[in-house]
């Protein structure tokens, strides 16, 4: 059984950091596609940022590539979300998810991604 278990977020002021991490058991990432989606109060889950088998990164927007960074450790499992000069927008729940089809790079599209944590919440005061 795949579990992906986040941990990591929390209450942090405007222009903070924190950094996310997510842990999955039950199978082999190597070759998967790691992501990270939030949902806040009220709206759809987006995308955030994902990472290839490759390590190659996709984020949402240019700036928010400025801002967080994502990362793998294909050796413990994990994948991790850096985020800096965080912003009261960024307050929401965020999900790991695996894409387990091993692409060239990787995918936005929320539906092709086969398992999801529970999530962590973040919320950055003003």
């Known amino acids: 059984q795949v579990q992906l278990v986040e941990s990591g977020g929390g209450l942090v002021q405007t222009g903070g950091s924190l950094r996310l991490s997510c842990a999955a058991s039950?199978?082999?990432?190597?070759?998967?596609?790691m992501a990270w989606f939030r949902q806040a109060p009220g709206k759809e889950r987006e995308f955030v940022a994902a990472i290839n088998w490759s390590g190659t990164a996709l984020y949402r927007e240019d700036s928010m590539k400025a801002r967080f960074t994502i990362s793998r450790d294909n050796a413990k499992s994990t994948v991790a979300l850096q985020m800096n000069s965080l912003k009261p927008e960024d307050t929401a729940v965020y999900f790991c998810?695996?894409?387990?089809?091993?692409?060239?790079?990787?995918?936005?599209?929320?539906?092709?991604?086969?398992?999801w944590g529970q999530g962590t919440q973040v919320t950055v005061s003003s």
């Open positions: 039950g199978r082999s990432i190597r070759l998967d596609c």
């Open positions: 998810a695996i894409d387990t089809t091993p692409r060239p790079t990787p995918t936005k599209v929320r539906s092709e991604y086969d398992y």
